[in-house]
């Protein structure tokens, strides 16, 4: 059983639209992580949202925490081929060190 | 400037051979993790250190093994190397305690078992 569930998994877009990725589940996480992954490296960072309803902003990426602590949306606005990656969301719960992480979004912005 | 490195950044071995991965942080961090990640399955826990002698199974422990002995190292052994143990692994560590800390992952290594 897959405790966060992303979506969708792919995403293909043209340079300039706005996209939105999903990250949900039926269980509480005291903090929500996303870390974007390019081919060939880890995972790095971009933002940890802890309260519920947190709205961050990192540039042209918007990050939110839902209400119940239960969800999480990414929102690029104006996608730029630099944005290409794999998005992951991942969960601590319990203010535990572990994490779980969602399967992905692929994203490719195309030219 | 601080660092995670893992070696090697590929590796081919064959079934049923010991198999022993790297893995070396420069942070000063009480926390190390192991992870693999396969296609259709994201990253899963394999392993994970809260501090030296603290070593703790995650979802998919069977057939891996870890030892800490010192702050900086976290190896990942494979006791007898499996075809479904084929993937890219990383290892990754964090710092203090509450949920809330960037991991900071290596580049990881791509094993493959034939």
Known sequence: ?111 | DAEITQSPRHKITETGRQVTLACHQTWNHNNMFWYRQDLGHGLRLIHYSYGVQDTNKGEVSDGYSVSRSNTEDLPLTLESAASSQTSVYFCASSEGQGGRYEQYFGPGTRLTVT
Do not use: M
């Open chain 1, 1 to 111: 059983t897959q405790l966060l569930e992303q979506s969708p998994q792919f995403l293909s877009i043209q340079e300039g639209e706005n996209l939105t990725v999903y990250c949900n589940s039926s269980s509480v996480f005291s903090s929500l992580q996303w870390y974007r992954q390019e081919p060939g490296e880890g995972p790095v960072l971009l933002v940890t949202v802890v309260t519920g309803g947190e709205v961050k902003k990192l540039k042209r990426l918007t990050f939110q925490f839902g209400d119940a602590r239960k969800d999480s949306s990414l929102h690029i606005t104006a996608a730029q081929p630099g944005d290409t990656g794999l998005y992951l969301c991942a969960g601590s719960q319990g203010g535990s060190e572990k994490l779980v992480f969602g399967k992905g979004t692929k994203l490719t912005v195309n030219p």
